[in-house]
């Protein structure tokens, strides 16, 4: 195959974009990406090749291209050591003088001038008859942490590239104690205050409780503003932008404009709002649709009332929005979007190319949009603040993807590559792949523009997050990437620059002294962990994971740089897993077949009797203790006592909950991301089963002997 001219320079051209042009599946196989995936996804990346015969031409532009640029878009500078920059330089240029300005985060500039010749050479190549020469350039030592940016000019040619200054390790390097915390998902979350769902006044109360039992963590799943219309299904990971927080869990009852505005004082009073609030109470599945549609009405009434006077509320928005023009512009694409009645890529130009104006939306739905944001930032500003006074850390989530009919794929279209979605290639459950329907991002583009998207990301979560959680943290890698027109099965995998993204999570945690946990279960490439590790970040200790990889090593040792827990929200709960009514639970859905069922209840008993025999040697658990909630308590002791920094402990698992939070590769077969939890703040903060359990964790983690004798 290699003998192909036309499939060796088609590789060629692969590499020189990033795309991987093999990789080894999860049975050790070499898969070879077909000639066709490639060039589609090539194309997608803005190869110029509308057919292989194209293929030469594209690869020695691109060749070009690549040697041409005097200083690569982005450096990153480690703390500690001496800043270099490579400087590409055609004969007849190299021994010229570079003009060097530099530009702090700050706003300081340092100028500086100097000769080609000096310059150390590290390569050189000839390409079209000209000879090139990669030389480095010095930057000044004892660089401050920050974005820095440094302009090169050299014979006519200038330059610009964004330096990373970033520390050495991550802020996780300064964490001592071992902490523990709570899991569940907001939406699952509710009070006899909230309206038949959690919001964020109910975060709020789940993290003063925590603390009160001697936890430091309050974790749930992404909370960032999705589409709550019955067209759309429910998907905290599909998020319309990942820089806006979710008007869906707002207080009301919390809203400064409701003690004002008589109207809104009204409606709520009545007998039908308060039926539907009741009827809503007593629904064991969130009815996302029904319950916005109650929440909007109020909302729209508070509006009206602000946008109806001069108040000093109305100036403190007005100056919200001066500070924050994103939210201004997503206040208007929400608002066509209503207008329009479809998603933008349907709207006229130049709708759909990202210029709106005044008539192509109803004014009064802007308002609103504007409104509800103001008051979701108020409001988290308000849970982070009550987090913050109890010593308890927010544990958020950064999904990796956002919904492709979204704002922030219709705003930053150059960001991301709409001619692919991202998936996962075949494995044992899905042999024909998965397509995850969203777009990844372009690394090209992104980095040409300075990460300014994802760093804007970041930036949102960690305004308020102690802990954030890197969605498939191996995609800062590679992603699998599946072209238009091509299977799941016959995606290639995209690269992306890996030492960049680190280096800004580095920073960005940094600058707010946040911990990064990145997600890496799975089929986990041999270097990822090595760079986890090296920049300070924590990975993932899953008891079901690591039974599953490993059953007769029965779950052992847990690694002191992880978050342990027993299963994670695209897991069935420890009792439903113990017990073993999730596999026929996925056999009724068709997600395996009866022969595959049977292999997996034979694989599901060497695990649990692999667990029950390692806590046994470990002296964990006693020989007549089998029954599920014995060996729940038991395995929630042991990760309280391992070495592991942080533990989280799914609250639904507690009160041996059967019925998963979401099971993937389900949409409309199963209720996924709908499930209450099944009893409300108030019941479960006084059951005895619950608070037996977190206070004999919260004894292991902070070194209780007597608490651990007991137990064993």
Request: aromatic content about 10%; some cysteine; proline content about 6%.
């Amino acid at each position: 195959m290699s003998a192909n001219p036309e499939t060796r320079f088609l590789h060629r051209l692969a590499r020189l974009y990033g795309v991987q042009t093999a990789y080894y599946d999860i049975f050790h196989q070499r898969q070879i990406a077909s000639a066709e995936s490639l060039l589609v996804m090539l194309r997608s990346l803005g190869a110029p090749v509308a057919s292989f015969e194209d293929v030469p031409q594209a690869w020695r532009e691109k060749r070009q291209a690549l040697w041409r640029r005097l200083i690569e878009p982005v450096t990153v500078a480690r703390q500690g050591e001496s800043p270099l920059i490579k400087v590409y330089l055609p004969s007849g240029s190299d021994e010229a003088p570079l003009d060097c300005s530099l530009e702090l985060e700050t706003g300081e500039q340092n100028c500086w001038s100097c000769p080609g010749k000096d310059l150390p050479v590290i390569l050189t190549t000839e390409l079209e008859n000209n000879r090139y020469f990669v030389k480095e350039l010095a930057l000044p030592d004892n660089l401050p942490l920050g974005y820095h940016r440094l302009k090169v000019a050299n014979k006519g040619r200038q330059a610009e590239s964004l330096i990373i200054s970033t520390p050495s390790h991550g802020y996780s390097t300064a964490v001592s104690e071992r902490v523990w915390g709570l899991f569940l998902p907001l939406y699952a979350l509710h009070s006899r205050e909230s309206w038949g769902c959690g919001d964020f006044s109910d975060l709020e109360r789940l993290a003063v409780w925590v603390a009160g039992k001697g936890g430091q963590i309050a974790a749930t799943l992404p909370i960032l503003t999705t589409f709550s219309e019955d067209d759309f299904h429910p998907a905290p990971y599909l998020p319309i932008s990942r820089l806006l927080w979710n008007e869906f869990f707002l207080d009301i009852n919390r809203v400064p404009e409701l003690k004002e505005c008589p109207a809104a004082q009204e409606l709520i009073s009545s007998s039908p709002f308060q039926d539907e609030i009741e009827a809503l109470r007593r629904l064991r599945l969130v009815d996302y649709a029904r319950q916005m549609a109650l929440k909007r009405k109020i909302l729209e009434e508070l509006s009206r009332c602000l946008f109806a006077g001069g108040s000093r509320r109305l100036e403190e928005l007005h100056q919200f929005i001066k500070a924050n023009p994103l939210v201004d512009d997503y206040a208007g694409f929400r608002a066509t979007f209503e207008k329009q009645g479809a998603p933008w890529k349907a709207w006229p130009k130049p709708l759909c190319d990202g210029t709106l104006a005044t008539g192509d939306y109803v004014e009064e739905t802007k308002r609103y949009h504007l409104y509800a944001q103001w008051l979701t930032h108020q409001q988290m500003e308000k849970v982070s603040a009550a987090a913050g006074e109890n010593n308890i850390k927010l544990y958020l989530d950064l999904p990796l993807g956002v919904h492709p009919d979204g704002y922030d794929v219709w705003r930053e279209r150059e960001a991301f590559l709409t001619g692919a979605t991202a998936g996962a290639p075949p494995d044992a459950v899905f042999t024909c792949g998965q397509n995850w329907d969203f777009p990844p991002l372009h690394p090209q583009q992104i980095r040409e523009d300075g990460y300014r998207y994802l760093r804007a990301c970041l930036q949102h979560q960690l305004r308020y997050a102690g802990i954030l959680r890197i969605d498939h943290v191996m995609g800062l890698h590679r992603l699998f990437c599946i072209p238009r027109g091509i299977k799941a099965s016959q995606g290639v995998y995209l690269h992306y620059r890996a030492e960049e993204l680190y280096a800004i999570l580095s920073l960005e945690a940094y600058y707010r002294k946040a911990i990064i946990v990145g997600e890496d279960l799975g089929m986990v490439p041999g270097y990822v962990r090595p760079a986890m590790k090296k920049h300070g970040f924590y990975g993932m200790y899953v008891l079901h994971y690591e039974l599953a990889s490993n059953p007769k090593k029965g779950g052992l040792p847990v690694p002191r740089n992880s978050v342990a827990s027993l299963n994670t929200h695209d897991m069935p709960p420890f009792a439903s897993f113990w017990e073993g009514h999730d596999i026929p639970q996925r056999r009724r859905l068709s997600l395996v077949d009866e022969a595959g069922a049977r292999q997996e209840q034979a694989s599901r008993q060497e695990m649990v009797e692999a667990l029950k025999a390692s806590l046994r040697r470990h002296g964990w658990l006693g020989e007549s203790a089998a029954d599920t909630l014995s060996v729940l308590k038991v395995c929630l002791s042991f990760l309280a006592d391992s070495q592991a920094q942080f533990i989280l402990v799914n609250l639904e698992d507690l009160w041996l909950e059967m019925q998963p939070q979401n099971i993937p590769s389900t949409v409309d077969e199963y209720p996924n991301w709908r499930q209450k939890a099944r009893y409300s703040f108030e019941e479960f903060c006084r059951m005895p089963g619950v608070l037996e359990i977190l206070d004999t964790i919260s004894g292991l983690r902070h070194g209780n002997k007597q608490q651990r004798r007991k137990n064993r």
